[in-house]
């Protein structure tokens, strides 16, 4: 498991808390994440916006990628859409370490409804830096 003093920095992404995402779990390359919907989560069509999806999707991104310990930032994420996120209280995001390449450390993402079923994919990178995350 993650470092208490560590999971507790990850939790204090102010952007990620104005969405209501929460952790629900954090390990080294491994985080899930859940956004309760409400209506600020909503575009115009009545639907949950791409940039809630992305954003609960970067959050557990930031998650999973800064848990070795060492400060992480992501350089590229790409989202492919699947479907509407249908009749569900909560989106959930999973990501998982799929690799590395030096300093490069690459990630799989999916967002999840309530049922299961995906609601978008994505693919990211992130460069880990030598500066540990607690300095």
Known sequence: MLDAELRQLIETDNFASHLGVE?????????????NLDDRHLNFLGTVHGGA??????????????????????????????????????????????????????????????SGERVAILDGWAYSTRHSLTE
């Open 23 to 35: 952790l629900v779990l954090v390990e080294e390359g491994h985080s899930i994440a859940r956004m």
């Open 53 to 114: 999806i992305f954003g609960l999707a970067d959050a557990a991104f930031g998650a999973a990628a800064n848990s070795h310990g060492n400060k992480c930032m992501a350089f590229h994420i790409s989202i492919e859409f699947l479907g509407p996120h249908g009749d569900t209280p909560y989106l959930e995001a999973e990501v998982k370490a799929a690799g590395r390449a030096g300093r490069a450390l690459h990630y799989e993402m999916e967002v999840r409804n309530s």
